[in-house]
Nanobody
Framework: VQLQASGGGLVQAGGSLRLSCAAS????????MGWFRRAPGQERQFVAA????????AYADSVKGRFTVSRDNPKNTVYLQMNSLKPEDTAVYYC????????????????WGQGTEVTVSS
């Protein structure tokens, strides 16, 4: 599966953005999907994930209550709605696909898209 993330940009603190990740291929609906981010000078961090069916989600503590992950399988797309953005959310955001059982932990993802940059100004 090939992944293409989009929707990043510059936003003021307290604002919102919605990231999208479009997938190619007919098997999108069989993958658990995750969002990750890498801030300048830091390691990649798990942000959120959603099961293949969309009925189960997982979030990093730092984004709980502010970010929402969702998916539209007929459209081969997963979303990350980001509200109440903070300067510390500034990072390059990546989407990834996983067939394994550890998707909630943010490990074992097999396919990665290119990132989309999010900058939150104070």
């Amino acid at each position: 599966v090939q992944l293409q993330a989009s929707g990043g940009g510059l936003v003021q603190a307290g604002g919102s953005l919605r990231l999208s990740c479009a997938a190619s291929g007919r098997t999108f609906g069989s993958y658990n999907m995750g969002w990750f981010r890498r801030a300048p000078g830091q390691e990649r961090q798990f942000v959120a994930a959603i099961s293949w069916s969309g009925d189960s989600t997982a979030y990093a503590d730092s984004v709980k209550g502010r970010f929402t992950v969702s998916r539209d399988n007929p459209k081969n797309t997963v979303y990350l709605q980001m509200n109440s953005l903070k300067p510390e959310d500034t990072a390059v955001y990546y989407c990834a696909a996983d067939h394994g059982s550890s998707w909630r932990l943010g490990i074992g993802y097999d396919y990665w898209g290119q990132g989309t940059e999010v900058t939150v100004s104070s």
